[in-house]
């Protein structure tokens, strides 16, 4: 349609049709099963205002999308067509690693396979719209929601965010295999106070702009067509009522001209938030801060007609978000073909098609992350033990995986059919007195421990696992662990119990494939962590870019130093570490300057004793004096290379990877010295001080 069309067509529409084109609800309303993530109440509509919503949460098939869509037209007096709308974040029926796993590849490129996948498997679905990428900066492992995130940096978010877009929306919403992405959640919803769920998160501005904004503003100018609200408060006020945030920042700094939807229920949870006395305030909040569509609540069902009637709000703010939503349908090409490319036929072929599965196992090979190994990896033969909870569960998908289904995911026990496997609850001591040799031993978290509405105060490893961890140990075998979690967890008390621990995060369809090549050394592990992990759960929340304190550990105070009394400051393993099989180090490392004008170039040489493999050069920086307190080391460019003898990779600096805002908030950078550090982890790094002019 043109703009003159929709405008004529708003112009028809009445106010209960144009409320109603704000309001979206689950496929329950339309006599259809689909899934759930949300608290369901009763909304006490009718069924003119069923009939009149815009958009349906959570249905799937193209069977479903058409009967849905069919049977709402039938009655629609202007057919508008429904707008279709899930959560697919990392797969859709081919499930690919969780996104933290999906960062843990330092692989950008990774992200877009995926999305690419998801969305063609959606559209033959009849889909139109992915509440993802989730772009949320994530930096306290009791979080549940760590998982959905792509870690604690803010640059490597940002070149995820938008790589989730790009392979989300294709080139143009017309054209198949694309669906609309929608950023989410804005904003900062990982810095949930105490790592608690749905908690109140209060942050400067000045780092909401420096450490928040920066991935949300990538997926906004990647092209999200959406952007969701969060649950959380920002500066005191929820962020589905938050004018400031929505318009001031987000429409107005970022210059986002789409469509936002609020997370379920978020506009009548500012009653909770008592930011709120009743429906119409909640619903004229939201609507003034620019929240254009309300999930699964019934504010503006309820109130807006009567705020309307009474002049609390002007038809031009209900048009301002009508013609978004309907703008969104144009995009889509909703009004030509309301069934866009949803084919049942094609979903035969299409979904979890042996190319998709093998793009998966690619992504889902770099995805993990050896932390330790003494020499035990890679085995010689499957000639093994295999034992432990999750060594015979298809539950390796994670949370937000769709139409992912267990029976599709290949067990570790089937991929590793030759070993000797032990039932868990058959390990007792008189069974493990019998064994010799390697035991690998699979466990972690089952996929309801993390994901939404699942923070925890303990991040250890169960206390079964790690029992069973020292009876292995104390048998005298050597023990591979292999992790399935979703958040990092804190593994110090069997960390001397074991020979190697292989981090594998929820990692999709494809789990047991993976493990049995990366323990068997088919596949080289190139992994690193995206999200440190701590020493302790009491450590939390800790991060690689903290900052500096005025007594650090190692000033001259005597006991009077930032410290624990009872765990160091570093946490158990670093952002950025990842091992192999290989032996690649850096021999060396050139500048062209240490004076920068425009740029300097970093030339880095890596040398490999070992088995061809993948390497991460990392290039942090640290700013020696500014007008704020600037983190201890920020990451600002990387390089993943495959090294077989030796490799060289050119990493650039330049000025803009060093502004920062200040405590006015102006957005500057500052001459004078800074510290450079070049590794293939956040720790072992060699520096190098360059002055900026
Ligand atoms: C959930 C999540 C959000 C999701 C939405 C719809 O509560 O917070 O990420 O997209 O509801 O399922």
Not at 21 to 28: D, I, P
Not at 73 to 93: E, Q
Not at 379 to 392: C, I, Q, Y
Not at 603 to 623: A, P
């Amino acid at each position: 349609m043109t703009k003159e069309q929709l405008n004529n067509l708003l112009s028809q529409m009445t106010i209960e049709e144009k409320i109603g084109q704000l309001v979206q609800l689950t496929t329950e309303y339309f006599n259809e099963s689909g899934e759930i993530t949300g608290p369901l109440a009763n909304l006490d509509i009718t069924e003119e205002q069923v009939n009149n919503c815009g958009s349906v949460i959570g249905a799937h098939g193209a069977k479903v999308t058409r009967s849905i869509q069919e049977q709402y037209l039938a009655k629609s007096r202007l057919k508008i067509p429904l707008v279709f709308m899930s959560d697919i974040v990392h797969g859709s029926n081919t499930i690919f690693p969780s996104p933290l796993g999906l960062s843990s590849s330092f692989n950008p490129e990774n992200a877009k396979i995926c999305s690419q996948v998801a969305a063609k498997e959606a559209c033959v679905q009849g889909h139109h719209v992915t509440f993802a990428p989730m772009v949320d900066l994530a930096r306290d492992a009791r979080w549940g929601r760590n998982m959905e995130t792509t870690g604690e940096d803010p640059y490597l978010n940002s070149l995820y965010a938008r790589a989730f877009v790009e392979g989300f929306q294709g080139n143009s919403l017309t054209d198949e295999n694309t669906i609309a992405a929608c950023v989410k959640h804005f904003a900062a919803y990982g810095m949930v106070l105490a790592g608690r769920e749905y908690n109140m998160v209060d942050l400067s501005e000045r780092f909401l702009r420096e450490w928040h904004f920066p991935s949300y503003r990538a997926g906004i100018d990647a092209g999200s067509a959406m952007v969701m609200t969060s649950f959380n408060t920002v500066n005191s006020v929820p962020a589905t009522g938050n004018k400031w945030l929505m318009n001031d920042v987000l429409r107005g700094e970022m210059g986002f001209d789409g469509a936002v939807i609020s997370d379920w229920g978020a506009v009548k949870e500012q009653l909770e938030h008592r930011t709120a006395a009743n429906e119409k305030e909640a619903a004229i909040k939201a609507l003034n801060a620019g929240c254009d569509m309300e999930m699964m609540t019934p504010c503006y069902y309820h109130t807006l007609k009567e705020a309307y009637e009474n002049g609390e709000v002007s038809m031009e703010l209900i048009d301002t978000s009508v013609m978004r939503m309907l703008e969104l349908k144009n995009k889509l090409g909703l009004f030509e073909n309301p069934y866009r490319f949803g084919d049942e036929a094609a979903e035969k072929t299409v979904l979890l098609s042996d190319e998709f599965k093998s793009l998966a196992k690619k992504v889902s090979d770099e995805s993990i992350v050896l932390l330790k190994n003494n020499g035990v990896l890679p085995l010689e033969n499957a000639n093994v033990v295999l034992t432990g909870p999750l060594s015979d569960s298809n539950d390796l998908m994670g949370p937000w995986s769709w139409q992912g289904r267990f029976e599709d995911v290949v067990k570790v026990k089937d991929a590793l059919s030759e070993a000797h496997y032990i039932e868990t609850s058959r390990l007792t001591n008189a069974q493990i007195s019998y064994l010799s040799g390697t035991v690998i031993y699979v466990g972690g978290e089952y996929g309801n421990e993390s994901g939404e509405a699942h923070s925890k105060t303990n991040i250890d490893l169960s206390e079964n696992q790690v029992n069973d961890i020292k009876r292995l140990k104390a048998q005298g075998l050597k023990v591979v662990l292999v992790l399935f979690n979703g958040r990092p967890l804190a593994l110090r008390e069997i960390l001397n119990d074991v020979d190697a621990i292989v981090e594998c995060w929820h990692l999709g369809t494809m789990a047991g494939s993976c493990v049995r090549d990366v323990l068997l050394g088919k596949v080289n592990p190139s992994g690193k962590l995206t999200m440190s992990f701590p020493y302790n759960t009491g450590q939390c929340p800790i991060f690689y870019n903290d900052f500096p304190t005025g007594r650090p550990l190692n000033s001259n105070y005597f006991d009077y130093v930032s410290k624990y009394e009872d765990a160091p400051n570093t946490p158990l393993f670093s952002f950025g570490h990842g091992l192999n099989y290989s032996d690649i180090k850096i021999t060396d490392i050139k500048y062209s300057s240490t004076i920068l004008e425009d740029e300097i170039k970093v030339d880095v040489t890596l040398t490999n004793t070992g088995r061809t493999g993948v390497e991460v050069v990392q290039l942090y920086v640290k700013d020696l004096a500014a007008d704020v307190i600037r983190p201890n080391k920020e990451l600002k460019a990387f390089n993943r290379v495959e090294v077989k003898d030796t490799a060289a990779v050119t990493l650039k600096i330049t000025k803009d990877m060093l502004m920062y805002y200040n405590d006015q908030c102006e957005f500057k950078y500052d001459a004078g010295q800074f510290e450079i550090m070049i590794g293939l982890n956040s720790i072992d790094i060699a520096s190098t001080i360059i002055v900026v002019k």
